[in-house]
């Protein structure tokens, strides 16, 4: 218990560091209080647009869009800034000679900007930047699929789960059945207490596995949370099974 308490001090720390602030703003973070909470029932239509507030892809997005910026600026270095208005500021106007700087007064210094003149170093600087520009697509690619992929892979589990707590719960059922028969007949004088302790073992270990996929579920749902980005509150969206139905194969297959 003690060590618990030690990393619940240490994650506080590292929490007010990453808000910005001393140690002192993690040790004032409310010590949340856990709920038993609602299964959530899975759709049969989960758009992927979801998937679009996940801090990862819209990350991709933005350096996406910020290649597509860097591939026109470089594009406009190919198109000449010139201010032909102060054109009277050279002494020799020949385009050959137009950024000699012995061909400049100083006084002047007419703004000149004629880029097309290391048409290949541009050219260089424009391929580079479609190089960028396609390393940052495939990683935003990578990144959407990734994310596709653990919300498919969480939706699965938690359907194959549902269809397993089914099978689980009525394997229960009969153990229970068969652990009361075993009392009444020892009861009766018909069967040795052995078979009652049996039959009670067999109960709890069906009763476990029912515990155990329960569980199973919960963090699944959680991590279904986290594939879809965050924030996700199934009471606003109908999602949620009311805490008296139980979560049976007939409840999974409907969703």
């Known amino acids: 218990m003690t060590d618990l308490d030690g990393q619940i001090t240490v994650a506080r720390y590292q929490l007010g560091a990453l808000l910005g602030k001393g140690p002192d703003r993690g040790l004032q973070i409310a010590e949340p209080v856990l709920t038993t909470g609602n299964a959530v029932a899975l759709p049969n239509n989960l758009p992927a647009d979801l998937?679009?507030?996940?801090a990862d892809?819209?990350?991709?997005?933005?350096?996406?869009?910020?290649?597509?910026h860097?591939?026109?600026?470089?594009?406009?270095?190919?198109?000449?800034?010139?201010?032909?208005a102060a054109g009277f500021g050279f002494d020799a106007f020949g385009w050959g000679?137009?950024?000699?700087?012995?061909?400049?007064?100083?006084?002047?210094?007419?703004?000149?900007?004629?880029?097309?003149?290391?048409?290949?170093?541009?050219?260089?600087?424009?391929?580079?930047?479609?190089?960028?520009?396609?390393?940052?697509?495939?990683?935003?690619?990578?990144?959407?699929?990734?994310?596709?992929?653990?919300v498919a892979t969480q939706v699965s589990s938690i359907r194959s789960i549902d269809q397993q707590s089914g099978d689980a719960q009525r394997a229960l059922d009969a153990s229970t059945k068969a652990y009361q028969l075993a009392v009444i007949r020892y009861k009766a004088g018909l069967s040795p207490q052995l078979q009652v302790l049996t039959a009670d073992q067999n109960r709890l270990a069906a009763e476990q596995t029912v515990t155990g996929l329960k569980m199973r579920r919960r963090g699944l749902q959680i991590g279904l949370i986290k594939a879809l980005g965050g924030g996700f509150d199934a009471t606003q969206t109908g999602l949620v099974v009311p805490a008296d139905a139980p979560v049976t194969a007939a409840t999974a297959a409907a969703n």
């Open 57 to 68: 892809i819209v990350a991709a997005r933005w350096q996406v869009e910020a290649a597509m």
């Open 97 to 150: 000679r137009f950024l000699k700087s012995s061909s400049r007064q100083m006084q002047f210094g007419p703004a000149i900007h004629l880029p097309i003149f290391d048409a290949g170093a541009l050219r260089s600087q424009l391929k580079g930047r479609y190089a960028d520009f396609d390393l940052d697509v495939a990683n935003y690619n990578e990144t959407l699929i990734n994310a596709l992929s653990d």
């Open 51 to 54: 998937v679009a507030r996940r």
């Open 70 to 84: 860097d591939v026109k600026e470089a594009k406009a270095e190919f198109f000449p800034d010139v201010n032909l």
